[in-house]
C-alpha cells in the first residue's frame, strides 16, 4: 500500500513538473503588447506616415503610454520564477492532502505529502547549507525543515502542505518587499 502511493506521488510530482514546463519553460508567458520600446517606435513610425497632424497628437501620447507601460514592466527574476513554480506545488499538494481524508482514499493524502516532501527540497537545502557550512542556526528554513519532516512523521499531511504553501507564499511577498523597496 505505501509503495503504491509513493509511486503515485512521485508520478504526480513528475507530471506536474513536466506541465509546468511544457507550458511555462523557463520564460513567462508571452503577452501580445510590444516586448521592447523598438518596436513601439517602428509602430510609431510606420504609423504617423499615414495620419494626419491632428491625429499625431493623439496617437503620439497614446504610445507614449505604451513606452511607460513597457519600462515599467519588469521580467521576473530567476528566484521569483522559482518561488512561483514551488507555490503552485504546495498548493496542489495541500489540495491532494485535503483530499485524502475528504473523500475516504488515503493514496491522495499520502501523493500529497510526496509532493509537499518535494516541494520542501529548497528549503532543506537552505537549512543543510546554514548548519553545515555557514554553522549557524539564525534561518527560517531550518525550524521550517524540522517542522515538515516531524510533521510528515506524524502523520499531520494537510498541516504540512499548508505550511508549505504559506511559506512559499512569504517568500513571493519577501522579493515583492524586495522589489519595491529598491524602485
Known sequence: MIIQA???GCGLVWGCDKLYRKFFGDTLIKSEEPNNIEDVENSTLNHNHQTTTSSLQNSTSQQMSIV????EKREKTEAEIEVDYYLKLSVGATLLAIAGPIFLFPPAGLAGA???LYTAIPM???AGDNIFRKKRIKKIEVLDS??????IAGGYYTVT???TAAYYG???LKLKTEYRAKK
Do not use: R
Open 6 to 8: 509513493v509511486a503515485i
Open 68 to 71: 511607460q507601460s513597457i519600462k
Open 114 to 116: 510526496a509532493l509537499t
Open 124 to 126: 532543506f537545502k537552505i
Open 146 to 151: 524540522i517542522s515538515v519532516v516531524v510533521a
Open 161 to 163: 502542505a499548508l505550511s
Open 170 to 172: 512569504a517568500q513571493k
